[in-house]
């Protein structure tokens, strides 16, 4: 099986993918242990999505960050600025990358989101099965449900 890898691309000056060893490799005072500090039912250890665009480098012109999730085809875009400083990836348990069961192989969380559809950052850009980060001009694709009945139809989905 082929290790899974996060893809960082769009408006960015070096385009790349992180498997497990490239986000753990990135420096000690980005990495954030145990995210359970922030959420019970929220496992593993993450790194600062700050680490990672510094990775990457965005460029000038790259106003929003989309969060692709290939898994079930949800997306989430958020102005860049907003979320630099706000996003975790998480992207491991122990020493394997999560599973599907932790909603990986990667996660993204908010340090401190807003209730469901209140906020730029809320609760519902706690991007699941993440497969790629995206930077663009222009907001990307975003099909976050936006009033209670789509989350409640969206909720007995993924039951
Ligand atoms: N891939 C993916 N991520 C997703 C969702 C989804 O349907 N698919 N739902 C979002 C919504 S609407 C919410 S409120 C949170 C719920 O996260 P939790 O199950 O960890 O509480 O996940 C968000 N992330
Ligand atoms: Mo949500």
Redesign the pocket.
Known sequence: MNEPALVVDGLVENPREFALADLAGLPADAQIEDVSRF?S??KGDGVALEAVLDRVRPLPEANYLTLH?D??D?H?SIPLQAVRAEGIVVYRLGDRPLGVEQ?GPF??LIRDPAA?HTSEL?????????SRIELSHRRGRDT??RTDDE?AK??E??R
């Open positions: 959420h039912k929220r999730a898994r079930d949800f989430v909603c996660r993204f469901c809320d609760d519902c850009a706690n991007v699941k099965y993440l976050r449900p989350h969206l909720h989905e993924s």
